[in-house]
């Protein structure tokens, strides 16, 4: 490879970009003008051949980050970015002083109970990172003074970046496990705080995970053992993000001295751990992607070996929790929408299992938990969640009746074992996230707590509404939308079309309060409930993976097209968003439907499909094969080549495209939207405008900063505003 000093950005062509721009007072719409000089990345082309196939990746050289050409570039593209928007000035202060002023306080962390107190957190005005308390419980009240447990702004200090959790309480109450990661890689170090002395004790453990969910259970970065002095962790390998093995510390020693409690040699599995809800038994999981390896421990014996309970010979998942000595186990074994079923602790025999909740079609059972005398279950049917609770002495099953079956309702993460409540997060398109309360033994709901406050929202002027739109193969798509009641001028609307669908993920139906600045210029905002996700069941997931994940890009562009056609928005008026994986489907359907959208915005897209999988060393790749096909196979390699955006870039126009990247991001590596952007400047017709940004100082989640977070989201819909002819 040519490794000639790169000199700066080369000179473009200048070009023009107008857009149409509301006008006060009968003035001229607003011309929006691309500077001239984007930058052009150098071409180094590089064969890739794999099963007989050569393609030719001209920007291949670009993931080598010790390339000072590298740096230079990305810094270039910033500066590229910042002209482009200098125009948009006035707006984008608009914006932020609207974002960090409606004072959206969303708590930090989920208030919980845990070893007698009452812990919660609050988002200081003016500061730019939270603080957390807690605060003594008698008899479930909460009494005592509230005491300080950590400002993370002063964790903060001299740092550009800083990302804290929580992972709790041991179990006397005496000190706080918290992790930290101060670079914006993902990779953090747990730390234990006296919280007596308010004092970190020297215990450091490197390279555990910011926590891992797995569909719709999370996982901590670590579990305390009931001897209030071990705990357990997961650590993650130096140069992955995959976890590989389950480590056992004990206060007072270093980490060089933790034991190795369980090692995983598959490449395409995770090791994790966490703890039943009765706080008995210690669990360890072999992950993959459709297969759980599970073994226990007492949490009252942390020295003992654990124990297999289930085999990834089986083929199956199975998630388990504890219940006065018997297993409670959420298991796909005879049904793909999972089942639930109790068996005797100490003796695996099929035979002794009794059934808890069926399998049923259409019915996927998405989450578990077990509290003292029930068993609760997030179901999901036709895209709405269902809370049931069943009881363990009778078996009967009452569902928990909630205000809107299309909104976002999960299982709290910590709950109180025995309080005879269990906590639910809820929230939708028009409600602020609230924690309810349900009684176990009648399901009757209050709310608990209010956990996003926003100033001057009045949730009456806003609508949201379910629609059904048909993909070119017959499937229904749900997509749930939400608008301002009184901004209608009876015309097609500006809508951002926001789309997943992958690993199993539903993206539910959630609050935002950042979104209300486009709804109250006239936007709509929709989610497409696309294939790869579970919003319809088990079966929604897997026709929109492996062989089939071409459906997920398929049901985003079919989705727009629905929505046009239906008047909801036309198509110099519907934009695109995509997340990470997300990226993909916003990025495929750029190629599959470039007339489709008047502008695309994808943060931190995984684009680079087929050379990112194709990659083993790249963090997480081996784990996805499951997901996305292993390109090692034949018939893998062609199906990811037929949607991967960055390889089937072709002289096309296309709308106007905004991209992000994280220079420390090891989920997506910033290549991948470097590359493309590279790629798409230099071959897309009709002149369009490509802009970059890449955060020199954050990863795949972008800043750690509150206030920032909202800074980059103005910046966004000032994009979107301007292209729609609304700034």
């Known amino acids: 490879m040519d490794r000639r000093a790169w000199s700066g950005p080369a000179i473009a062509l200048a070009f023009l970009l107008t857009v149409s721009a509301t006008a006060a007072d009968g003035e001229a719409p607003a011309v929006w003008t691309a500077p001239p000089g984007a930058p052009e990345a150098p071409v180094e082309p590089t064969e890739l051949v794999a099963h007989g196939h050569t393609r030719i990746d001209p920007y291949y050289w670009l993931r080598d980050r010790d390339d000072p050409r590298v740096t230079a570039y990305l810094e270039a593209e910033n500066r590229y970015f910042e002209r482009a ?57 909460h009494e005592g003074p509230e005491e300080l447990m ?64 797995f569909g719709t259970l999370v996982f901590p970065a670590v579990v305390w053992a009931a001897d209030f002095s071990t705990v357990f962790y997961a650590r993650q390998l130096p140069d992955d993000m995959r976890l590989d093995s389950i480590h056992r510390h004990r206060l007072g020693t270093g980490q060089a001295e933790d034991a190795l409690v369980y090692q995983e040699e598959d490449p395409s599995f995770w090791s994790l751990v966490t703890a ?61 929408g999972y089942r639930v079923v109790r068996m005797p602790l100490d003796d695996p025999d099929p035979a002794l299992r009794r059934e808890v909740r ?9 989450a578990m938990q077990v509290l003292k005398g029930h068993v609760v279950l997030l179901e999901r049917r036709e895209a709405r969640p269902e809370v049931w609770i069943v009881d363990l002495a009778d078996g009967s099953s009452r569902r928990v009746e909630l205000a809107e079956e299309a909104s976002q309702t999960r299982l709290a993460f910590r709950q109180d074992w025995a309080s005879g409540t269990v906590r639910l997060e809820y929230s939708s398109l028009t409600a602020p996230r609230k924690l309810l309360a349900v009684d176990l033994a009648d399901g009757a709901v209050r709310t608990e707590t209010e ?13 949201s509404e379910r629609f059904w739109a048909t993909a070119r193969d017959g499937a229904r798509v749900p997509v749930s939308l939400v608008y301002r009641a009184d901004r209608s001028d009876g015309n097609p609307r500006p809508l951002l079309l926001y789309g997943y669908g992958t690993y199993g993920v539903t993206i539910d139906p959630a609050f935002d309060a950042a979104r209300l600045s486009l709804l109250d210029r006239g936007f709509v905002y929709a989610i497409a409930h696309v294939r790869g996700g579970q919003a319809l069941g088990r079966s929604w997931y897997e026709h929109g993976r492996g062989p089939e994940k071409i459906h997920t890009m398929q049901d985003f562009v079919d989705a727009g097209r629905a929505l046009v056609a239906s008047g909801w928005t036309a198509p110099d008026r519907l934009f695109a968003l995509g997340e990470s994986a997300g990226g993909a489907t916003v990025g495929a359907a750029l190629n599959m439907a470039p007339d489709l959208f008047r502008g695309v915005v994808a943060k931190v897209p995984a684009v680079d499909l087929v050379t990112s999988m194709s990659d083993p060393s790249i963090p997480l790749v081996t784990g996805e094969y499951g997901e996305w096909g292993n390109p090692a196979e034949r018939d893998a390699y062609f199906a990811l080549l037929a949607y991967s955006p960055y390889d089937n870039v072709a002289p096309r126009e296309i709308p106007a495209l905004l991209v992000f990247a994280g220079l420390h991001d090891r989920q997506v590596s910033y290549w991948e939207p470097a590359k493309w952007v590279a790629k798409l400047r230099a071959t897309a017709t009709g002149r369009p ?30 994009f979107l505003l301007r292209l729609a002819g609304l700034g």
């Open 689 to 718: 405008l490509i802009l970059l940004r890449t955060d020199m100082e954050a990863g795949h989640f972008g800043a750690s900063s509150a206030a920032r977070r909202l800074t980059d989201e103005a910046l966004v819909q000032a």
């Open 451 to 463: 956990l996003q406050e926003v100033d001057g929202y009045d949730p009456r002027l806003y609508r």
């Open 85 to 141: 928007f200098a125009p948009l000035a006035s707006l984008r202060d608009e914006l932020s002083s609207q974002l960090l002023g409606r004072h959206a306080v969303t708590q930090p962390v989920t208030p919980f109970r845990q070893a007698g107190f009452l812990i919660y957190g609050r988002q200081p005005e003016g500061r730019d990172y939270p603080v957390f308390y807690r605060r003594r419980l008698d008899g479930g009240r």
């Open 150 to 213: 950590l400002d993370v702004n002063e964790s903060a200090a001299n740092h550009s970046y800083c990302r804290v959790r929580l992972e709790g309480l041991d179990p006397t109450g005496r000190i706080l496990a918290y992790i930290v990661d101060t670079v914006g890689n993902g990779r953090y170090t747990l730390r234990f705080r006296d919280l007596a002395s308010g004092r970190d004790l020297p215990d450091r453990i490197e390279g555990v995970i910011g926590g891992a969910v």
């Open 276 to 336: 039943s809800s009765s706080g008995k038994l210690i669990l360890l999981y072999a992950i993959g992607t459709d297969v759980t390896e599970v073994r226990a421990l007492e949490a009252a014996r942390p020295l003992e070996e654990p124990r297999l309970l289930f085999s990834r010979e089986g083929g199956t998942q199975s998630w388990v929790e504890e219940h006065d000595g018997e297993l409670i186990v959420r298991t796909d074994d005879g049904a793909e």
């Open 358 to 366: 069926p399998g049923r079609d259409g019915v996927l059972i998405d």
